[in-house]
């Protein structure tokens, strides 16, 4: 990500409107951001794994996280719902509505 960095009140961005995009954010997310800011910089010597630490993060967490940033922005920092899209032991509908029926 080659762009020109904003430094707002200390805290580093990497584009002008993520200034008031982050405001908003939890605290977890205002950080993850920051370390994600620093290492995308070609000019920072922070390495993946020095970022991780920083974070309290596994090197594999922190390169996850940085994925979902470059694929999301400001939103693949959130905590995602590690909720199923579906559920493997959930009845047919079918079976559902019969049991409905004999109720």
Known sequence: ???MPFIHQG???L????????K???EEVRAKYQVVATV??????LSS?????????STRQFNRILSRFK???????????RRPLSSPKKPPEWAEDLVVKVR
């Open 24 to 26: 908003s954010e939890a």
């Open 1 to 3: 990500m080659a762009t």
């Open 11 to 13: 805290q580093l961005y």
């Open 71 to 81: 694929a999301k922005g400001i939103a693949g920092l959130r905590h995602g719902s």
């Open 49 to 57: 794994g020095r970022a991780a630490k920083s974070l309290d993060l």
């Open 40 to 45: 995308l910089l070609r000019e920072s010597n």
């Open 15 to 22: 584009q002008k409107d993520h200034i008031d995009a982050i």
